[in-house]
């Protein structure tokens, strides 16, 4: 163990937030000799990798909706939405113009800020707090005004999930319109709709009352509906070594060990204990308003429908295989249905232990957008160390882009993946995966950051739906671009799907 670098007292650091000794060695193992780049084959297309449903399959898909359906009223279905992020990325380039030099206004951010203002969800509140009902004219107004929202209302402190992202009868948090969204294809025949959030460290209670604060409202608009709402956070346990300028363990001033958050990866261990069936993995940010949410629903139950069909005819096949003397024909159909469906390819010969272990795997279908220019992981396929080729979700970390065929590969791809996943956590035995197995922990990244001034070297887990589900069996799915609808930047919410639609469309519930 490569623990030479570490105190008793260390040591001791490590295991009272539940980090092992052969844990933090192989951090730093991975910190001193980082995974090699994923190697790409060739990014997945339409017909490669990639399933497209035409309007020609119009039965097929009101099928699966119905599938969906009918899996949702069964109380199978539970949505998880990582919403652990705050909300200061949203707000960096107001930061800076607050805290500039230069007159606010003479930034391109703060200028478009205030010429939209009144654009904003939050506008409302923010005229009321500043006192300023018009333009800022002076530059004292204008500090005032970027100092009221970020300072005083906090906005660049608050979890992403408690930003006012919308403006109907209410103004409406992306909290909240992910209550209202789930409560549509999450509602089992009782009423009952399942969420699960992530949120900070120390935030559970913040949570806890907001949601009771916005229980009331939510089910009245959805009459008969009952909100079972759960929250978690990041283990600590989850945390990583990071190294300093020197290749030596990164401290604080006190001596004690740094560690840092380890990116979305890290919840992989939340989405397991959230005990979920179908699981719908949904970002925070990416929401529209509840008037405009239909084409969304509908391809959420369409993917709903899609899961469980292919959870069906895995199990069907596993049932056969693990049944008593299974026939030869019984594994080839077996055999075959693994290479035509999650490229595992087998030998001729393959017996049932080697079926079922190709087969008993935690599912996953991931709706793909079509390729606009907006940041995201492409579905593309790769080849492991055994010369294996499988479908995976990779993130521009992980490729070599200095590789020019590397680059070329993967800026080619068609589609990203906007975290639109539907995944199925249990096996054909009913008992829920240990996740930990289907991890590639080559696939960490390793990376270089600054803090207080220090360079490090820092680590993050395989994330949630790249590397941490390499070994999941997979489909991908194209959705309509028209069902994504990311925030990452505040000036994201003056886009014309964020604002408030003219006249409600009717919904299918």
């Known amino acids: ?11 001791a650091q490590l295991a009272a937030v539940g980090i092992t000794p052969e844990a933090a060695a192989e951090q730093l193992a991975l910190l001193r000799r980082p995974p090699a780049p994923i190697r790409l084959v060739r990014a997945a297309t339409i017909g490669d990798g ?23 009223s069964a ?4 949505k998880f939405v990582p919403a652990s992020g705050a909300a200061s990325r949203m707000f960096k380039d ?12 003479d930034t391109t951010a703060a200028r478009e800020f205030f010429a939209r203002l009144d ?10 707090r500043s006192g300023l009902d018009r333009t800022p004219a002076t530059e004292a107004e204008e500090r ?7 300072v005083d209302m906090q906005m660049a402190a608050l979890p992403k999930a408690l930003v006012p992202f919308h403006r109907s009868d209410r103004i409406r948090t992306a909290f909240e319109e992910q209550l209202l969204e789930g409560t549509r294809y999450a509602r089992d025949a009782d009423g009952v709709s399942r969420l699960h959030f992530t949120v900070p460290a120390g935030m559970v209670s913040r949570f806890e009352s907001t949601l009771a604060a916005l229980r009331p409202q939510v089910e009245s608009d959805r009459r008969g509906t009952r909100l079972s709402v759960s929250f978690s956070t990041q283990l600590p346990a989850t945390d990583t070594l990071a190294l300093d300028d020197t290749g030596a363990p990164s401290r604080h001033a006190d001596g004690t060990l740094l560690l840092r958050p380890s990116g979305h990866g890290a919840l992989l261990s939340n989405l397991e204990a959230c005990g979920g069936d179908l699981v719908v993995i949904k970002n925070i940010d990416n929401i529209l308003p509840d008037e405009s949410s239909e084409e969304v629903v509908r391809w959420k139950r369409l993917l709903i429908g899609c899961l469980a069909g292919l959870q069906e005819e895995v199990f069907t096949h596993l049932m056969a295989v693990t049944g008593p003397s299974p026939s030869r024909a019984v594994l080839d159909a077996a055999r075959a249905f693994a290479a035509a469906r999650f490229a595992r390819v087998l030998p001729a010969d393959a017996g049932p232990d080697a079926i079922t272990a190709a087969l008993h795997r935690p599912l996953r279908v991931c709706g793909v957008v079509r390729n606009d220019g ?63 197995p289907f991890v590639d922990p080559e696939t960490a990244f390793v990376t270089r950051k600054t803090a207080d001034g220090r360079t490090l070297t820092v680590l993050e887990r395989p994330g949630l739906w790249n590397g941490s589900m390499a070994g999941w069996n997979t489909v991908c799915l194209e959705v309509p671009a028209e069902t994504f ?10 886009r014309p799907q964020h604002q408030p639609a003219r006249q409600a469309p009717a919904h299918p519930h």
């Open 144 to 150: 005032l005004m970027l100092r009221t929202l970020l």
């Open 119 to 128: 654009a904003f969800p939050f506008s409302g509140e923010l005229r009321q």
């Open 374 to 436: 907006e940041p995201g992981g492409a579905p593309c396929w790769v080849r492991d160390a055994d010369g294996r080729e499988s479908l995976q979700i990779v993130e521009p970390a992980q490729v070599a882009l200095d590789d020019p065929e590397q680059a070329r590969l993967f800026g080619g791809a068609t589609h990203f993946n906007p975290v639109d996943l539907v995944c199925g956590l249990r096996g054909y035995d009913g008992r829920s995966f240990n996740l930990a």
């Open 1 to 11: 163990m490569a623990l030479r670098d570490l105190t008793a007292a260390d040591l």
């Open 94 to 105: 107001l930061i800076s113009a607050l805290h500039g030099d230069r007159r606010p206004s």
């Open 485 to 494: 609808a990311p925030v990452k930047v505040v000036f994201d919410l003056l």
């Open 75 to 78: 109380g199978r279905v539970l």
């Open 50 to 72: 990639i399933e497209q449903f035409t309007p020609t399959r119009h039965a097929e898909i009101t099928g699966l909706i119905d599938r969906g359906d009918a899996a949702a």
